[in-house]
């Protein structure tokens, strides 16, 4: 897809499909819209009437012109309320434009640029990652399709922009929205890939592609062995039960300008190619989606291949602990007590809580290797959270609020869904094993969001930290919103790329 703006008058725009915007409560159209009505001699105002349309949040209306003006059709969207207007309102209403323009093939669509009072650069920004990602289809496995739609010319978007607003704004508004959809589109391919073929070896040359094609970043590869050096005892535990070799991922990133002092972020991601919960095998309904349990690992692979071209401004690192749990006769057994790499024993009492012993690795390493002043961890770690928090919403936990804050606000402008939940010392004790430091599931029932998140706490020292538990909505298991179809989502890529942007 091809996205352009152009200022003007949008009823002199030839295309197979012009769209405009509406808000709830619209009685009256006014400027292009009723020039338009005009045209067609009223028929948008009785239309609208009759569908009651009203301009909700994602409603829509169609309508043939006949050639009463040079457009094809003219598509209505709502935009919902416009006190409650906002960028992710705006990504929705351009998905839901471009699901429509790919149903009748469009090629070429026109469109208000509305930013209603929204700063232009970032209203283009939503805008085209709303557009983009509605536009994203996984058809590996679908290569007639595929084939189908690559012989298709592809859609022009022409956003119609107006006089007051700059068309150099716009236009750097899309150039950051196409890298923000680039980015997660490469993390939502990297979760579809069914994990016979997205395995660890898989994830490992995905890194290397990315260090290979970016000056700015060199990638560290340890193997078993490797890792076994230096300790991480608890990773390979979880590893053992697979014919797939694991590989720990060390990726960094530095900026262009030398002789700087940098701040230095660790980005660490879940990187379970599958999960079958090992000994403690998963029924069959909960394993048909445990491909998504590398999400973590793509969100940060995602992040990388576009930390250049955002111009992230510190010294970032990327850590992924790759590995397949499975169940064998080399698996490790509840019961089976490992020692993490920075010396604490973890009495193994469930193989399917496996998230957070390669975890407990990766931060260790990240601690005592790397010193970064700040960790930040993705991981699809616990069944317990879509409980808390339902499918869309992920958890944030931190032992540094100005961290959260931060986190949280770069939540809200990419349209995430984040929610604190307290690192409650309280419950400390129940992670506390019988004959190990620690256990790798709580002596008690309940809130395991919380319990992993202590456990994890345990391998950070005191680097400022915060763990994203995300679960829910890195798979999405139906379509989500207009932008966000079923399947792997590239979930916390931009709340990431926000963060690290505005450091
Ligand atoms: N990978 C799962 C968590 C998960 C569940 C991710 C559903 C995506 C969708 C994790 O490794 C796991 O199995 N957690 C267990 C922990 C339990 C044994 C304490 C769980 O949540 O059931
Ligand atoms: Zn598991
Ligand atoms: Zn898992």
Redesign the pocket.
Known sequence: MNIIVTKGDILKEKAELAVFGVFSGTQTFSGELKAADKALGGLLTVMTAEEQFGGKLGDQLVLHTHGKLPFNRILLVGLGDKKTFNLEALRRAAGAMVRYAGKIEATSVVCIFANAGLDPAEAAQAVTEGALLADYKYLTFKPKEAARLNKRKPMTLTLVAPEAVSVRSIEKGIALGEVYARATVYARDLVNEPARGMTPTHLKEHAERIATNDKNIKLKVLDAAACAKLGMDAFLAVAKGSDEPPYFLHLTYKPDRANKTYRKIAIVGKG?TY?S?GL?L?PTR?MV??K??MAGAASVLGVFSVLSDIGADAEIHGLIAACE?MPSGKAVRPGDIVTAMNGKSIEIL?T????RLTLADALAYTTTKIKPDTIVDLA?????C?YALGSDIAAILSDNKKLADYIKEAAARSGEEVCELPLYAGYAPFIIGDHADLRN?ASIRYG?TLMAGLFLKEFTDDIPWAHLDI??P??AERDVNPYTNKGGTGFGVRTMLNWLKGI
């Open positions: 379970l999960d919960g403690s998963k909960e989606t445990m998504c349990d749990n469930n399917d809580a496996e998230g699809t770690l616990t069944g317990s879509m599931v395991d679960c829910g890195a798979f």
